[in-house]
């Protein structure tokens, strides 16, 4: 069949691709992903990424407790894709939007997440970028933040079948003595207000979400 004069194939590594927008200096194509979590009968708690921002998470954000008084990591989440029909190339710059709070502490105490990009082959991983959030540090009273974490990602390949994951991690530092502590993480796609973190009360320019988002830039082969 002939081709329409002015029209472009699209590379075959993005043909199945819709993105959310462009970036044509740039090269890539952003999707956005929303984190969630779900639940079988047996109480087992899976967490995951979807393209759908109409899922209901089966917890409108996770909270954890740490009473320790030493500096540590509190949590580690990994939200997955389902693995790649085709191949995939990303790079550019990511972006993990995301509402957190340190919560119910009675001493001083300090949490920040650290976000990273890997690669998941069902077996392993591969680091692809990392980033830092906000401290948060509080005495008494609950301490909640939305924050926009930048991450320069490095042109990664990854195979059908592979899967890319998000990890949300916590770490907690200056804890003067030991007591229980909260830290927590939001995620439900539909934006429902969490028992911590109320998008409908708190101070918008605090937490304005629920939602988890992470923007990934697919490599459009121009």
Known sequence: MAQIPGAYPLPAETAVASYDYTDIAEGTGTVIYYGYNSKTSAATVSYHLSKSPLVYSADIETI???????????YDFDFDLPSFNLPQ??????????????????????????????????TSSSEVAVGTGEELTLSGADEITTSSI??????????????????????KRNQQQPGSNDFVLAHDPKDRDGQ????????????????LAVHIPFNLNL
């Open 64 to 74: 954890t407790s740490h009473g320790s008084a030493s500096s540590a990591q509190v």
């Open 89 to 122: 190339t990303i790079r550019g710059t990511a972006m993990v939007n995301s509402s957190y709070a340190v919560s119910n502490a009675a001493v001083n105490v300090s949490g920040w997440p650290v976000v990273r990009l890997r690669k998941w082959d069902g």
């Open 150 to 171: 930048v991450l320069a990602v490095p042109s990664t390949h990854f195979k059908k079948g592979e899967t890319l994951r998000l990890t949300m991690e916590m770490w």
């Open 196 to 211: 911590v973190i109320t998008k409908s009360t708190t101070d918008p320019d605090k937490a304005g979400t629920t939602i």
